[in-house]
């Protein structure tokens, strides 16, 4: 479902306001880096706007949330997963069809297991505090690390484990410790495809054989629901079926 960064219901004033068609200042006049611009949906929502620049032109578009537009666009490319791995086997005789087949299939599940795992990142982050600070001591030193030093320096298991836990009050690897395990996997599954790495043994081809049969195993639906239901376990409905009849 599509979704604003920023919303919020608009005062009854401020509706008034716009209905009796009250005058807008000449925006050519003021220095907009001052200012904030907002919007006001047909559902009587005021949504935030950020400003786009082309050449000297600039125009007031919608923030949309890009965790649920990143979430989106991987769940586009892992419902597919399915289908394409049964294509795979079912036309291994042809060998046109296996060699589109088998990229196709790698190719979509590096986007699908990219973006998830990207939105899922991102919305852990969003959910630590921009006063927060996270203190880790041992018997020779404290450290004391800010939000900005988090978010570039601490490890993906110490912010699920650690640092979303203190923020929040709430641990999801423990409230789905088997949700968690899904997340780690994914996790993995995405660095190794990031990262490829390409030492093979003296006189032995290079290959990506164990990789590929990673990904070809790997349970994207399953994935799906379990950045679904993190994401949703901190921001309840964030991320849910939208009432236009498509599935988000």
């Given at each position: 479902?599509?979704?604003f960064?920023?919303?919020?219901?608009?005062?009854?004033?401020?509706?008034?306001?716009?209905?009796?068609?009250?005058?807008?200042?000449?925006?050519?006049?003021?220095?907009?880096?001052?200012?904030?611009?907002?919007?006001?949906?047909?559902?009587?929502?005021?949504i935030?706007?950020?400003?786009?620049?082309?050449?000297?032109?600039?125009?007031?578009?919608?923030?949309?949330?890009?965790?649920?537009?990143?979430?989106?666009?991987?769940?586009?490319?892992?419902?597919?997963?399915?289908?394409?791995?049964?294509?795979?086997?079912?036309?291994?005789?042809d060998?046109?069809?296996?060699?589109?087949?088998?990229?196709?299939?790698y190719?979509?599940?590096?986007?699908?297991?990219?973006?998830?795992?990207?939105?899922?990142?991102?919305?852990?982050?969003?959910?630590?505090?921009?006063?927060?600070?996270?203190?880790?001591?041992?018997?020779?030193?404290?450290?004391?690390?800010n939000?900005?030093?988090i978010?570039?320096?601490?490890?993906?298991?110490?912010?699920?484990?650690?640092?979303?836990?203190?923020?929040?009050?709430?641990?999801?690897?423990?409230?789905?410790?088997?949700?968690?395990?899904?997340l780690?996997?994914?996790?993995?599954?995405?660095?190794?495809?990031?990262?490829?790495?390409?030492?093979?043994?003296?006189?032995?081809?290079?290959?990506?054989?164990?990789?590929?049969?990673?990904?070809?195993?790997?349970?994207?639906?399953?994935?799906?629901?379990?950045?679904?239901?993190?994401?949703?376990?901190?921001?309840?409905?964030?991320?849910?079926?939208?009432?236009?009849?498509?599935?988000?």
């Open positions: 479902m599509k979704k960064l920023m919303k919020f219901e608009a005062d009854p004033q401020v509706m008034g306001a716009i209905n009796n068609s009250i005058p807008l200042p000449d925006l050519s006049k003021i220095n907009l880096k001052d200012h904030m611009a907002f919007g006001i949906t047909d559902r009587e929502e005021i935030l706007m950020f400003t786009l620049e082309q050449g000297k032109e600039k125009h007031f578009v919608p923030e949309p949330d890009l965790v649920v537009c990143l979430f989106e666009c991987g769940r586009q490319n892992a419902v597919q997963l399915p289908n394409l791995r049964k294509n795979l086997l079912s036309e291994l005789g060998n046109s069809k296996t060699i589109n087949n088998s990229y196709t299939f190719a979509t599940a590096c986007v699908a297991v990219t973006l998830q795992l990207n939105a899922l990142e991102a919305f852990i982050n969003r959910q630590i505090p921009n006063d927060f600070e996270y203190i880790s001591e041992d018997t020779r030193q404290t450290v004391i690390q939000k900005k030093q978010e570039r320096n601490t490890s993906f298991e110490k912010k699920i484990k650690d640092i979303i836990p203190n923020a929040t009050g709430k641990s999801f690897h423990i409230t789905h410790p088997d949700k968690y395990t899904t780690s996997l994914l996790k993995e599954l995405r660095d190794d495809m990031t990262h490829l790495k390409s030492y093979h043994a003296k006189n032995a081809p290079l290959t990506y054989e164990t990789l590929y049969n990673k990904a070809f195993k790997f349970d994207y639906l399953q994935a799906l629901n379990a950045v679904k239901f993190y994401i949703n376990f901190y921001s309840d409905n964030l991320i849910e079926p939208c009432s236009c009849g498509a599935d988000f």
